[in-house]
């Protein structure tokens, strides 16, 4: 299945009768990014960044990851220094959808790097359709690396947070 210009023309209408700030669909192998900011990081890194995989399993249909008016933008990630390797217990993500660091807009995130977890503690949601997936540690140790922006797009099996058992 391909995106026709009946289809990219449906879609843009769509956007532009919503609130939406952002519209990402995939359908195959063909990706349209919509932004009202076309200057924002989101954008910039969807531009240069390749499309990605289908997740394994998922169909050929169309999947939107819209972004209300009233969200704040998207807060850095804290990743490892350049050139260090990430050492520890990967987190994953349970599935695709938007990846948020902290329970509410404008409250503190679950866990920040270097600080130390219980497992079973939240280190983060997955978002897929309204419904939260909160995302825990299976084990006790210490952040290291947050993998994810605030608010991007994960996909299925994606590491989104490093935990050292070793602290």
Same mark, same amino acid.
Do not use: C
């Given at each position: 299945?391909?995106?026709?210009?009946?289809?990219i023309k449906?879609? &843009?209408?769509?956007?532009? *009768?919503?609130?939406? *700030?952002e519209?990402v @669909?995939?359908? !195959?192998e063909d990706r +349209?990014? @919509? %932004? *009202?900011d /076309? +200057?924002s990081?989101?954008s &910039?890194?969807?531009?240069?960044?390749p499309p990605a995989?289908? $997740? =394994?399993? %998922?169909?050929?249909? $169309?999947? =939107? #990851?819209p972004v =209300?008016?009233g969200d /704040?933008?998207p807060? /850095?990630?804290a990743?490892?220094?350049?050139?260090?390797?990430v050492?520890?217990?990967?987190?994953?993500?349970p599935?695709?959808? &938007?990846?948020?660091?902290?329970?509410?807009p404008?409250?503190?995130?679950?866990v920040e790097?270097?600080?130390? @977890?219980? $497992?079973?503690?939240?280190?983060?949601? @997955?978002?897929?359709?309204k &419904?939260?997936n909160h995302?825990?540690?299976? #084990?006790d140790?210490?952040?290291?690396?947050?993998?994810?922006?605030? !608010?991007?797009?994960?996909e299925? !099996?994606?590491?989104?947070v490093?935990?050292?058992?070793? !602290?």
């Amino acid at each position: 299945m391909e995106m026709t210009p009946e289809t990219i023309k449906a879609l &843009l209408d769509a956007f532009d *009768r919503s609130d939406w *700030r952002e519209m990402v @669909v995939t359908v !195959g192998e063909d990706r +349209l990014h @919509v %932004s *009202r900011d /076309p +200057l924002s990081e989101s954008s &910039l890194q969807a531009h240069s960044a390749p499309p990605a995989a289908p $997740a =394994a399993g %998922s169909s050929d249909s $169309a999947a =939107a #990851v819209p972004v =209300a008016a009233g969200d /704040p933008p998207p807060a /850095p990630a804290a990743a490892p220094p350049a050139g260090e390797p990430v050492t520890g217990t990967k987190i994953e993500s349970p599935s695709v959808g &938007l990846f948020w660091r902290a329970p509410a807009p404008g409250a503190a995130p679950f866990v920040e790097v270097g600080q130390s @977890v219980k $497992a079973g503690e939240t280190v983060a949601i @997955v978002e897929v359709m309204k &419904l939260m997936n909160h995302v825990a540690s299976p #084990v006790d140790g210490v952040v290291t690396a947050i993998l994810v922006e605030n !608010g991007a797009a994960v996909e299925f !099996g994606q590491t989104i947070v490093v935990v050292d058992p070793e !602290g």
